[in-house]
T-cell receptor
Framework: NAGVTQTPKFRVLKTGQSMTLLCAQDMNHEYMYWYRQDPGMGLRLIHYSVGEGTTAKGEVPDGYNVSRLKKQNFLLGLESAAPSQTSVYFC??????????????FGAGSRLTVL | GENVEQHPSTLSVQEGDSAVIKCTYSDSASNYFPWYKQELGKGPQLIIDIRSNVGEKKDQRIAVTLNKTAKHFSLHITETQPEDSAVYFCAASNYRIQGAQKLVFGQGTRLTINP
C-alpha cells in the first residue's frame, strides 16, 4: 500500500498564479485533511473533509479552496498565490467512524514557494 | 479555540540519556493527546497517544504522562539512540468517534541525540 501520496513534491509559483495540490489515499479512509507547516508554528489545519462530496474550514482556510469529488482524493487549490502561502503542505487521512480509527496517516509533504 | 504550547523548541542530549518534552493545552474539553515524530523529508508519524481517562502510557522506551488538572502532558524518551533524532510534535483534540480528528499541534521540538 502506498498510503497517502501527495503531488507535486515541490513547486515554485509567482505571486498571483494558481495551482492545485493533489492528495490520494488508498486506505479507504473516510476523513481527509490539509495542514500547512511553518517554522516555529507547528502544523495548522487548513480544510478537512468527513466524506466524499463534503468539505469544511479549519483553522487557516483563507486563500485556499478544496474539493473531494472522489473518496480517495482531496485537492487543495490556491486561486491567486501570495508569498504568505510559502509553506510545506501535508495531507492526512484517518479511517474514522469507529473506535481506534482516529490515528492520522500523513503524506510526505509538498513544498511550495511563492515568489 | 484550543491552543497548544510546546517546550523546548530544541533539545540536545547525549546518547543513552533521557529526553523530556512538555506541552500545555488550554481547552478543558480536549480528551485526546497524540505525539508525532517527523523525520527529515517525511510526514509526521504517530509514536504514542493518550486519552484523558488515563494518566500515563508506556511503549518500550517512550512514555507519555497527562495531568488534566494542570492541563499539561509530557513525552519521555529513555535510553535515547541516534535514530531518535527528529522533530517531535504534541497535539490535542476533542475527539469524538464519529467526528473529524481536528488536531491542534504544538510548535515542535527538534531533538538531537549526540553520540
Amino acid at each position: 500500500n502506498a498510503g497517502v501520496t501527495q503531488t507535486p513534491k515541490f513547486r515554485v509559483l509567482k505571486t498571483g498564479q494558481s495551482m492545485t495540490l493533489l492528495c490520494a489515499q488508498d486506505m479507504n479512509h473516510e476523513y481527509m485533511y490539509w495542514y500547512r507547516q511553518d517554522p516555529g508554528m507547528g502544523l495548522r489545519l487548513i480544510h478537512y473533509s468527513v466524506g466524499e462530496g463534503t468539505t469544511a474550514k479549519g483553522e487557516v482556510p483563507d486563500g485556499y479552496n478544496v474539493s473531494r469529488l472522489k473518496k480517495q482524493n482531496f485537492l487543495l487549490g490556491l486561486e491567486s498565490a501570495a508569498p504568505s502561502q510559502t509553506s510545506v503542505y501535508f495531507c492526512a487521512s484517518n479511517r474514522g467512524l469507529s473506535s481506534g480509527a482516529n490515528v492520522l496517516t500523513f503524506g510526505a509533504g509538498s513544498r511550495l514557494t511563492v515568489l | 479555540g484550543e491552543n497548544v504550547e510546546q517546550h523546548p523548541s530544541t533539545l540536545s542530549v547525549q546518547e543513552g540519556d533521557s529526553a523530556v518534552i512538555k506541552c500545555t493545552y488550554s481547552d478543558s474539553a480536549s480528551n485526546y493527546f497524540p505525539w508525532y515524530k517527523q523525520e527529515l523529508g517525511k510526514g509526521p508519524q504517530l509514536i504514542i497517544d493518550i486519552r484523558s481517562n488515563v494518566g500515563e502510557k508506556k511503549d518500550q522506551r517512550i512514555a507519555v504522562t497527562l495531568n488534566k488538572t494542570a492541563k499539561h502532558f509530557s513525552l519521555h524518551i529513555t535510553e535515547t539512540q541516534p535514530e531518535d533524532s527528529a522533530v517531535y510534535f504534541c497535539a490535542a483534540s476533542n475527539y469524538r468517534i464519529q467526528g473529524a480528528q481536528k488536531l491542534v499541534f504544538g510548535q515542535g521540538t527538534r531533538l538531537t541525540i549526540n553520540p
